[in-house]
């Protein structure tokens, strides 16, 4: 009991010395929330009337867009976050108070939790900063209280997935410069999804790839949650991508943690 | 120094490692006692901080068993941490975090409370003379504030064992003496301290035990009496105008240590004045001008010449730099 205990207590005060380190250094914080913001803009913006009218809704143009990207650019949010939690992570390791907190007794993995509660709250931050951006230029969504909920509780999951894998790539990079590089294609992979144009208008190599990666039924999870649509398969596949990525990630960075530090 | 304890605070048996082909550490034994001061004395590269990353559970050992604390080590790790406190070579400070901030963290992962860590923070930072700088980020601080937080920074949870890789390295002499001053106060209050150091009179000042180790092996092992009476003595170098009054001089000298390409003598001595007086008389009585004089007193170099016949990387060039002259 008291070691669980302990490991809570430890995790919170590595959260707090996480916090501390994103008010002191907000350039990271802000970059990563500001990015998506300047994508969901462009995309509706300069793209969005013609690509609207592409869909093939009822309205088209730049207000059918807006509802049909705004999922794609949570989920960019989300995997922006992953991009300076690596960075952080890899920054720390190379701090000598890491050798220290491994020699104290204290729960080994708060070092690594403390990082991942941090991104957590940065994730809402972002996804809410982007969110409310959609909703000023013309976002509505048509979601119930089950609804916002549910994806309340997979966006929560989403980023307990990436931040994990986050941290197991931003321990194997070894650098900074390397961790930055590694978390790339997570920006990318919404592209290459459900997240901008829908994967039926994609040549059939492009379309398999797009239909079958993880980050398709997530975004379509979380667009049919905030449209209020039935998600149906979706759901449950979104939900088993971040489970598997989740647990997976978390048994490698935990690994990772505690094998010896490479001698200097 | 006798201990009244029986379970020593540091019993290791054959202690092994290997980075690929390369043995850093090659079979060592150690044992330290309770309320000791033990220094492990050794150039670069010779396996100190290895050791000190070992003992202190930061890496695992290839092979060899160990006791810390009166734990064994490859079996309770987290038993060992909660006995000791490591200040290692290369400063673990949070450098985004002041200095006051830096103590509270520690005091917090050591599970004081609120009012306990204030005051444990407070305490430190006077004994460390940081009062002033408590609330600037420790990226501002200097190498040797950097250092003296480090140190208040694991003595926050009052450690029995407290391991101080190469403490003084690159600190002026009047830091060095702070911090030897601060290194009996704990022994004083009861710690038992494992330093390592390239300094053998760093390890004559602080430690009652020495143990010298070289390319992954101990030499020599015992008090610092002991160890310098195993090494030879100091001695002057004498350089001479020409080949003539060299050989006169190494006549009535009794034929010491001679380099003829230098035309340098190398005479031993007990390192007084009288000594050296008497020397230089001799020579004046005999008419024979010395045109140079170096004294040299018993160095870690000499250790190690001693000790293992060779000398240490780095030592060689200084030491046939220093004859040549």
């Known amino acids: 009991m008291t070691t669980l205990t302990h490991a809570v207590s430890d995790s919170l005060t590595m959260l707090q010395r996480n916090l501390k380190h994103m008010l002191r250094n907000p350039s990271v914080t802000i970059l990563t929330i500001g990015m998506p913001i300047l994508f969901l803009l462009m995309f509706v913006y300069v793209f969005g009337d013609t690509l609207g009218n592409g869909l093939g809704g009822p309205t088209g143009g730049r207000d059918e867009y807006i509802e049909f990207v705004t999922p794609g650019i949570i989920m960019m949010a989300v995997a922006a976050v992953t991009q300076g939690t690596a960075l952080s992570v890899a920054m720390d390791m190379s701090e000598g108070v890491i050798a220290r907190f491994r020699t104290m007794a204290i729960a080994r993995v708060s070092v690594l939790t403390g990082h991942v509660i941090g991104a957590i709250f940065q994730t809402i931050l972002a996804v809410a900063a982007v969110f409310g951006v959609a909703v000023l230029i013309g976002f509505h969504a048509n979601a119930d209280a089950a609804g916002w909920l549910a994806l309340a509780g997979l966006i929560v999951l989403l980023a307990l997935a990436l931040t994990w894998l986050a941290v197991a790539l931003g321990l194997v990079s070894g650098s900074a ?7 790339v294609p997570l920006m990318f992979l ?5 997240g901008f144009v829908p994967t039926e208008s994609m040549p059939s190599g492009l379309r398999w790839f797009a239909e079958n990666q993880p980050f398709t039924p997530i975004i379509n999870t979380i667009r049919g949650l905030l449209l209020g649509r039935d998600v149906g398969n979706d759901s449950i596949l ?3 991508w971040c489970l598997g990525i989740a647990l997976a990630s978390y048994l490698w960075a935990k690994r990772l943690y505690n094998r010896d530090p490479s001698p200097r | ?7 020593p605070a540091i019993a290791a048996v054959d202690l092994r ?3 690929g082909e390369h043995r850093v550490l090659d079979g060592i034994d150690l044992r330290v006692g309770q309320g000791t001061v033990f220094g492990l004395l050794g150039p670069n590269g010779s396996g100190k901080t290895t050791t000190v990353q070992i003992l202190s559970t930061l890496i695992t050992a290839d092979g060899g068993t160990i006791h810390v604390a009166g734990h064994d080590l490859a079996r309770d790790p987290s038993a060992v941490r909660a006995s000791i406190g490591v200040t290692g070579q290369f400063s673990a400070v949070d450098t985004l975090l002041t200095g006051e901030e830096n103590l509270l963290l520690m005091a917090k992962l050591h599970h004081l409370g609120r009012a306990e860590r204030r005051h444990r923070a ?3 930072l006077e004994q460390f003379d940081l009062v ?3 609330d600037k980020l420790v990226a501002t601080y200097s190498g040797g504030m950097k250092r003296r937080l480090d140190l208040a920074m694991t003595l926050v949870g009052n450690p029995r064992l407290i391991f101080l890789d190469e403490p003084t390295a690159g600190l002026d002499p009047r830091s060095r003496r702070a911090m030897w001053q601060i290194v009996r106060e704990l022994v004083a209050g009861g710690a038992t301290i494992f330093l390592t150091t390239q300094y053998l009179e760093e390890a004559d000042e602080l430690a009652d035990r020495v143990a010298v180790l070289d390319r992954g092996k101990l030499v020599a092992e015992g008090t610092p009496e002991e160890l310098k009476r195993s090494i030879p003595g100091s001695h002057v170098i004498l350089r001479f105008a020409n080949a003539h009054t060299l050989d006169m001089a190494a006549g009535l000298l009794g034929q010491p240590k001679r380099n003829d390409e230098t035309l340098t003598l190398q005479v031993p001595g007990d390192g007084s004045v009288r000594g050296l007086k008497e020397l230089l008389d001799k ?3 005999a008419s024979i001008e010395v045109e140079e004089l170096t004294g040299h007193s018993p160095n870690l170099d000499d250790v190690f010449l001693a000790l293992t016949g060779h000398y240490h990387d780095g030592a060689r060039a200084e030491s046939e730099e220093e004859l040549a002259r």
Do not use: C, W
């Open chain 1, 238 to 240: 979104a939900v088993a």
């Open chain 2, 17 to 19: 490692k290997a980075y």
């Open chain 1, 190 to 194: 919404p592209l290459l999804g459900s």
């Open chain 1, 177 to 183: 410069d390397t961790a930055s590089t590694l978390l």
């Open chain 2, 132 to 134: 002033d700088a408590r």
């Open chain 2, 1 to 7: 120094m006798t201990t009244t304890h029986t379970i």
């Open chain 2, 283 to 285: 020579l004046e009585r």
């Open chain 2, 122 to 124: 407070t305490e430190l």
